[in-house]
């Protein structure tokens, strides 16, 4: 079975501050890793995905994410947070199937930067 | 297009009453979900759809049923529903195919917010 745990409810940041959401995972074979973004009254929206190849992942809005293998995470980061990105994000990890994938998200955190 | 989109954006029902909520998306995706999303929580999967053929189906109650006319297209019927039941229902697709290929990320629509009195 695969899971994600994120260990903060809450991450609260001054704007212009690196901004880090936390994320480790439990799986049994290769992990594929996910970020997503809900915004208030939204759906979710995908940030970026490990699946293999480099341990630093690049994605949307200047977020990027480290696979880190020995610690078992894949934090979130941001170099300088804006007051737009507070929302609520999801850690997600996927089994792959055959043709579909289910998604196991972790609890969410909610990051708050302030002006 | 590059969008899921989901009708009706907003849905009050009573216990009694029979409703839909529709999904579509024009990417070509051979994948579709329901998830149920509770405030601050995190999505829950209900169904998916691989193929238009039903998938997974994490032991929903009868009262929700899924249907995928065609590869565009996700409803989910709702019958008999329960206040509980009330939540932000969120439709997904995503391309399907090997997932090591990297084409595994999920696209959300933005919901239906349904509330039963």
């Known amino acids: 079975a695969q899971s994600v745990a994120q260990p903060e409810d809450q991450v609260n940041v001054a704007e212009g501050n690196p901004l880090t959401v936390k994320c480790t995972y439990s799986v049994s074979g290769n992990p594929y890793l996910f970020w997503y973004v809900q915004y208030p009254n939204r759906g979710l929206q995908f940030l970026l995905k490990?699946?293999?190849?480099?341990?630093l992942v690049k994605g949307s809005y200047g977020f990027e994410a480290e696979f880190n293998k020995s610690q078992t995470s894949f934090h979130l980061k941001k170099p300088s947070a804006l007051v737009s990105d507070s929302a609520l994000y999801f850690c997600?990890?996927?089994?792959?199937?055959?043709?579909?994938?289910?998604?196991?998200f972790g609890a969410g955190t909610t990051v708050t930067v302030r002006a | 297009d590059t969008e899921v989109t989901q009708t009706p954006k907003h849905l009050v029902m009573g216990m009694t009453n029979k409703k839909s909520l529709k999904c579509e998306q024009h990417?070509?995706?051979?994948?579709m979900y329901w998830y149920k999303q509770k405030a601050k929580k995190p999505p829950e999967l209900m169904f998916v759809?691989?193929?238009?053929?039903?998938?997974i189906n994490e032991s929903v109650p009868s009262r929700f049923s899924p249907e995928c006319p065609n590869s565009s297209l996700l409803n989910l019927h709702l019958h008999a529903l329960q206040p509980e039941d009330s939540a932000l229902y969120l439709c997904a697709s995503s391309r399907g195919g090997a997932l090591a290929e990297g084409l595994g990320e999920q696209f959300f629509g933005p919901g239906t917010r349904l509330t039963v009195l």
């Open positions: 490990y699946i293999t190849g480099d341990n």
């Open positions: 759809y691989s193929y238009e053929k039903l998938s």
């Open positions: 997600a990890v996927s089994l792959a199937r055959s043709n579909d994938y289910k998604l196991s």
């Open positions: 990417m070509g995706h051979r994948a």
